[in-house]
């Protein structure tokens, strides 16, 4: 099955600095990449997605980077502020969400430093 | 917004009694989750449930889990038998996903603590 691996597993970064969260998946199979955001006691939250046939994606702070050759994939959170500490967690998934659901890596929890 | 809603929020039991975790997953979706996350560790994926049967269970998903929709809104999760192991945050999750993917809602999850 999918195996997807994240780094790091924390990251700690001055505000107004750029954030990067890194994932690998394991199955070229794989066709939708989404990214969750957990803040503490609640569930994941989806924040973005990418999709096997877009190598980039931008929703104003947050960005995401697909390489499928490398079976990688990234996020990128600029001008970062307080809100957005959180874990963040990557997944993949093979039918885009449908029958098998996701895997998701282990997590970064991102602390922003005011 | 609509939201997927989960009961009970916090539940405590003894090992070896029955829990049933309910969900209402949001109302136009078609594909049904539960996935658990044990402290501090990834989320991981129990079940999928579509057009009333499971389409997909991990090796998690042994015979102590059933999954049910008894009625048009709510989707339960029953462990039968809880062990000390069973004690994490469960996720119940859907999405209108079929033919076209689409995102996974959570609700805000049921922490269950086996004693």
């Known amino acids: 099955g999918e195996n997807v691996e994240q780094h790091p597993s924390t990251l700690s970064v001055q505000e107004g600095d750029s954030a990067v969260i890194k994932c690998t998946y394991s199955?070229?199979?794989?066709?939708?990449f989404p990214w969750y955001k957990q803040e503490l006691g609640k569930g994941p939250q989806l924040i973005i997605d990418?999709?096997?046939?877009?190598g980039e994606k931008k929703d104003q702070r947050i960005a995401v980077t697909l390489n499928k050759t490398a079976k990688h994939f990234s996020l990128h959170i600029t001008e970062t502020q307080p809100e957005d500490s959180a874990v963040y967690f990557c997944?993949?998934?093979?039918?885009?969400?449908?029958?098998?659901?996701?895997?998701f890596g282990k997590g970064t929890h991102l602390i922003i430093q005011p | 917004e609509p939201e997927v809603t989960q009961t009970p929020s916090h539940q405590v039991t003894q090992m070896g009694q029955e829990v049933i975790l309910r969900c209402v997953p949001i109302?136009?979706?078609?594909?049904f989750y539960w996935y658990r996350q044990i402290l501090g560790q990834k989320v991981e994926f129990l079940v999928s449930?579509?057009?009333?049967?499971?389409?997909?269970k991990s090796e998690i998903f042994d015979d102590q889990f059933s999954v049910e929709r008894p009625d048009g809104s709510n989707f339960t999760l029953k462990i039968r038998s809880t062990k000390l192991e069973d004690s994490a945050m469960y996720f119940c999750?859907?999405?209108?996903?079929?033919?076209?993917?689409?995102?996974?809602?959570f609700g805000e999850g049921s922490r269950l603590t086996v004693l």
């Open positions: 990418i999709r096997s046939n877009v």
């Open positions: 109302s136009n979706h078609l594909y």
């Open positions: 449930f579509y057009n009333n049967e499971i389409s997909e």
């Open positions: 199955d070229s199979a794989s066709n939708y």
């Open positions: 997944a993949a998934s093979i039918s885009g969400g449908g029958a098998d659901g996701l895997t």
């Open positions: 999750a859907s999405s209108v996903a079929q033919g076209a993917p689409g995102e996974l809602f």
